[in-house]
């Protein structure tokens, strides 16, 4: 183990080996050459003057912005001859059964395409790359025959695996006991419990002010929501992405929420970001891949028969078809359970094979994935902006839902933690519905699996979304997923049977999330 | 004692008349206490109904004179023209609203030498007395109409009708306000219920209407691309019913909110306010005021890049057949409390500020939200008008209205 110390002497040393040859840095460089010129700074105390200069200047804040970036993307510090492995996992276990699904879906992905007889990837003609050049921004005219192409796996396919999962080190009884889980999750993980998370989400508690609960309509906006409001500008002008972040837990306004998300994130609008995303989308034009059929497949299968989201199908192709080209991705499959999958190609000259990362980027997209980027539509509408956004979004966050890991923010562990909540929690309930052979899981999955995006209405799911930049976590996911049980359990108590638990927990388009949130965490007796 | 009502209509109003306790229909010739009639019905028997005091009827006898699109705009100018010479040039502007328009054939001529004056320009002919989008096109050359007029493209059914048809020519607005590259309009609800003094009253819930295609000015020619009316869009060969094409119009201004800013897009609420007040204003002493009338009015607004609303049309009688469930259920609660105001029952004072989802917009004066003790003077004062906001109305309803008769208060 290492010592404090030496712990952050190496982080520090990794974030400023990553911010080397980053735009920042020369454009710091840049900055500094010139305010040699500056009348007050003087060769006696160089250092000193031209820091003050550029702490003056804003610069200063963005290094700042630029190393809390790269502190929530670094994954934690290992023992330094620990494999890279185990930055990805450190459980052997979830990392081969992260293995053994990545398999699977290649496969699946692979046996599509021989059958289909379409290849993994073809270089458009040049009247085909004109036309799609002049359709860029209307995408969602064209109507190609996907009638052949199906999801290559559904969520509820991964939950099936990820109820198989097992733990080879811990024995297993089973025999059913009151002590014993009796949810599917058969694995144990270190999950919180409320008297933990009413310390981690202190500022959700009952004497601070919330969007979502303090700004309704018979609340006088001085009580809390102006305050809040002139805050909010004033972390946007200092351009604090730390202090936009400790905002955010008590909810973004909507008229300042694209800002403070884009703060938190730390993604800016350059001229090297919007080179970045033509560059990518000339990929797009040049190149078509099989992947863009199960985009195009999953944007008409879910966003367009939203009622909200119909309205930026356009947006979601754009952004979708050049996140799979997107190779600055793969970075973040250091800290990824899951690998890039690989496939083989041919050389052009035909006589080898190699394996190259399919798509580019690596992530194989679901049914549902388009769920992830339809409500950042309502804050972005410049497609560069949207881009970095969403990618930074899926590079922090999003990419835990789908992938077998023992990380809190993990699916396995969001699953599980749901599964203990509502049996601690709602003992009653829960027996109930095992009877009646509705496992809660099975009707939350599709819930935790998209966080939410296109169960709540828009203006609730970035509400919810808000918290999840606020405190860098997905845990608020698995605890709403409990608290949507704990308030239908009246009616779910009535039920008999899968099907009309189902019914019951259908529409969740009324719920008002802060206050379910708020009484089961602060509320629920322990 | 019950409320004899009558209802030519068979949609949505039919549902809410027959649910509404104590109100009982009658058919033919009976007696009505309350009639929902459509226009052409109005206009054969208005002039030969005797009607008692209490009775209520949902058309002003000449409601054309603001929802006929060439008397409209003659009614607008009118009032402008007074509000200048009067007021001053200020306030005159608060009236250019409305796209340059010119009644055709008669103010052809003027037409002409106005579009002269700005050639490359497009314009958007619409007949004056029709709807759903019937009959309208656009045209950027005179030699487009002037073939028009010559009959040549006219369909046999127009050359038949006896009359000469009336049409506006409007300059077209090229810059709308685009969400992910489509054009939309918005559907608001205003009620009247009196003209002299103006008595309306604003909804809060209404709908902004997206084309089905991306806006480009390169395709004039496809008139599904500039017409927003569900309606016309219903005919458009990729229109899929399942996709409703229509947001709700608290999405839409949150979604305004969130890009441009809670300040902008009150200032913007606060011009599609005046839009409305000043249409009605200006057709204030025309319409023949009569306590027996009221009427509920579809305003058709658009936006345009800079977010300046643009009255489009009044309808007298807005669609109220519903297109999905959400929109039958918004047409249902209109309706509701649309009778909440008519108030056959009298459980009303008079002084509400609101009821259910319908604010007071200009009671013989604007009307402002109610302020607490602490309010520093008039900068304070707050419109009255909540477009596009929660729309709390049972919650309202409930402390407001006592039970109908016979009915127990739940």
Known sequence: ?526 | SCIRYRCGLTNTIQDVLNHRPGWVEVKDDAEWDFNWCDVGWLRENFDHSYMEEHVRICHFRNHYELTRKNLMVKNLKRYRKTLEREVGRLEAAKCDFFPRTFELPSEYHIFVEEFKKSPGNTWIMKPVARSQGKGIFLFRKLKDIIDWRKDGSRSEEQKDEAQVESYVAQRYIENPYLIAGRKFDLRVYVLVTSYIPLKAWLYRDGFARFSNTRFSLSSIDDQYVHLTNVAVQKTAPDYDPEKGCKWQMQQLRWYLTAKHGFETVQTLFKEIDNVFIRSLLSVQKTIINDKHCFELYGYDILLDQDLKPWLIEVNASPSLTASSQEDYDLKYRLLEDTLHIVDMEGRLTGKEKRIGGFDLMWNDGPVYTDVGLEALGSSCLVANTHLGCVNDREKQLQQLLKPFPGQKKT
């Open chain 1, 1 to 526: 183990m290492m010592d404090e110390s030496t712990e952050l002497s190496v982080s520090i040393t990794q974030i400023v080996q990553r911010l080397k040859g980053t735009h920042l840095h020369s454009q710091l460089e840049k900055q500094a050459k010139e305010c040699l010129h500056k009348p007050e700074i003087k060769l006696e105390t160089l250092k000193d003057d031209v820091r003050r200069v550029l702490k003056a200047s804003g610069w200063e804040r963005k290094l700042q912005n630029a190393v809390y970036r790269e502190l929530h993307v670094l994954p934690p510090p290992g023992h330094p001859r620990a494999p890279p492995e185990h930055t990805k996992e450190p459980l052997a276990y979830m990392l081969k059964a992260q293995a053994s699904w990545e398999k699977r879906i290649l496969k699946s992905l692979n046996s599509m395409c021989t059958e289909l007889g379409i290849p993994l990837a073809r270089k458009r003609p040049v009247m085909e790359q004109k036309e799609l050049t002049n359709k860029w921004n209307e995408m969602g005219t064209d109507e190609p025959d996907l009638s052949n192409f199906r999801p290559v796996y559904a969520p509820k396919d991964f939950l099936e695996v990820l109820i198989g999962l097992r733990n080879p080190n811990t024995e297993r009884s089973d025999d059913l006991t009151v002590k014993s889980h009796w949810g599917l999750i058969q694995v144990s993980l270190n999950v919180h419990d409320i008297p933990q998370m009413r310390e981690t989400y202190a500022e959700l508690g009952l004497s601070y002010g919330q969007l979502g609960i303090d700004d309704h309509t018979h609340v006088p906006p001085d009580l809390f929501e102006s305050e809040h409001i002139h805050i909010g500008k004033k972390v946007v002008s200092e351009q604090d992405s730390a202090a936009a972040q400790q905002y955010s837990r008590q909810g973004c306004p909507t008229g300042l929420r694209a800002q403070l998300w884009s703060l938190i994130l730390n993604t800016t609008n350059d001229p090297e970001d919007i080179t970045h995303y033509e560059q990518l989308k000339a990929r797009v034009i040049h190149h078509n891949l099989l992947v863009d059929n199960l985009i195009y497949k999953d944007v008409k299968l879910t966003a367009s028969n939203d009622d909200y989201y119909f309205v930026f199908e356009d947006y979601l192709y754009q952004v979708l078809l050049c996140f799979s080209r997107d190779t600055a991705v793969l970075e973040h499959f250091n800290y990824n359970s899951a690998s890039p999958p690989k496939s083989s190609i041919q050389s052009k000259s035909g006589s080898e094979q190699c394996a190259v990362v399919y798509p580019p980027n690596g992530v194989i997209p679901f049914h549902g994935f388009s769920m992830y980027v339809a409500p950042l539509c309502f804050l972005y509408n410049e497609p560069s902006k949207l881009y970095s956004v969403f990618r930074e979004m899926y590079i922090r966050y999003f990419f835990r839902l789908h992938s077998i890991s023992s990380h809190p923010s993990g699916i396995v562990s969001l699953c599980l933690q749901f599964e203990r909540l509502l049996q601690a929690h709602l003992p009653q309930l829960f027996y109930h519905l095992r009877e009646i052979g509705a496992q809660p899981l099975r009707i939350a999955f599709k819930w935790i699996v998209r966080a939410f995006s296109g169960y709540l209405s828009t203006d609730q799911l970035l509400l919810l979304w808000d918290r999840i930049l606020g405190y860098n976590s997905l845990e608020i996911v698995a605890v709403l997923a409990t608290a949507v049980f704990a308030f239908r359990a009246e009616n779910l108590m009535e039920v008999t049977s899968l099907a009309s638990a189902e019914a019951v927990l259908a529409d969740l388009s009324t719920l008002k999330v802060m206050p379910l949130l708020q009484i089961f965490l602060f509320a629920t007796s322990i």
